[in-house]
């Protein structure tokens, strides 16, 4: 209970998780709400506990099922298609999860660089977001890990650059404040291609720097999903990103300035 000071968050969600993932027996939450009954505990709202007693049956009717076309790994160039399939058999993966993924990292090199159109007076950029759910141990983080590695070495060489450009940077401005330089100089922009842990505020920041786009890379999905509003008791993460799944442009207005990301 959150009212009992041995209470931790972390191992409550860990438990609560295998607890779906695992069937102990007969043993369901409608086995939890008749113990608390007999014990005196009333849920409120216990109706949406109460267990389903009757099944549907089940067939292996095969129009019941919905069918999944192979995917086309065909369309790929030559020597992509077999990058993928020799990566996949190398980590163990099906061809499509690599494929999947591939394509989302070209699509977040593209950007904002080139418009489609589906249908007429229709535009959108070219942006894909990708879900993965496999189960662990299944090979995903390596697989991630592989496929995202050139482009972590290109944000690396990025910022060794950015801090040499900012230490020039702040030796101009301090010598510009002793009247020993001419003009103000510029301050140099961080040329970001790579999104992990960010909140909102700061992702608005690095579209500045590079307005075709970010890839945004989220090894562990529910951990993007709870850190949306981790610092606002209320806020609007959830719509903003859906804004950014349009690929609209942002008005963020604050006490310390104004930004415009088209």
Same mark, same amino acid.
């Given at each position: /209970? ?6 931790? @968050?972390?191992?409550? %969600?860990?438990? !609560?998780? &295998? ?40 067939? %292996? %009717? ?7 076309? &192979? ?6 160039? @030559?020597?992509?298609? &077999? ?12 061809? /499509? ?6 394509? @989302?990292?070209? #699509?977040?090199?593209?950007?904002? @660089?080139?418009?489609? /159109? ?13 879900? +993965? ?11 991630? *890990? ?17 801090? %040499? ?6 030796? *101009? $401005?301090? +010598? !510009?404040?002793?009247? *020993? ?35 945004? $890379?989220?090894? *562990? ?23 950014? !799944?349009?690929? /609209? #442009?942002?008005?963020? +207005? ?9």
């Amino acid at each position: /209970s959150k009212i009992s000071p041995k209470y931790d @968050t972390a191992e409550c %969600d860990s438990k !609560f998780d &295998d607890c779906l993932r695992n069937n102990w027996g007969d043993v369901t939450f409608g086995t939890i709400v008749h113990l608390a009954k007999e014990a005196g505990i009333v849920f409120k709202n216990a109706s949406l506990w109460t267990p389903i007693t009757e099944v549907t049956e089940v067939t %292996d %009717d095969p129009e019941s099922k919905i069918e999944i076309p &192979d995917f086309p790994i065909n369309v790929f160039p @030559t020597w992509l298609k &077999d990058f993928i399939l020799d990566l996949s058999n190398s980590i163990g993966v099906p061809a /499509s999860t690599t494929a999947s993924i591939v394509l @989302t990292i070209v #699509s977040s090199a593209v950007g904002n @660089t080139i418009r489609t /159109s589906p249908k007429p007076n229709f535009e959108v950029s070219p942006f894909l977001w990708t879900t +993965n759910v496999m189960p662990t141990g299944s090979g995903k983080s390596p697989l991630l *890990e592989q496929l995202t590695k050139i482009v972590k070495k290109m944000q690396a060489l990025s910022y060794r650059q950015f801090k %040499d450009k900012l230490r020039v940077y702040k030796n *101009e $401005v301090r +010598n !510009f404040r002793k009247g *020993e330089g001419c003009e103000l100089p510029d301050e140099p922009i961080f040329e970001q291609f790579l999104i992990q842990d960010t909140t909102l505020e700061a992702l608005g920041n690095a579209f500045e720097g590079q307005p075709r786009g970010l890839l945004s $890379v989220q090894d *562990e999905l529910s951990g993007w999903l709870r850190g949306m509003n981790q610092y606002k008791k209320a806020g609007n993460d959830r719509q903003l990103y859906l804004e950014l !799944f349009n690929s /609209s #442009s942002w008005a963020v +207005n604050r006490k310390i300035g104004v930004k415009f990301i088209p």
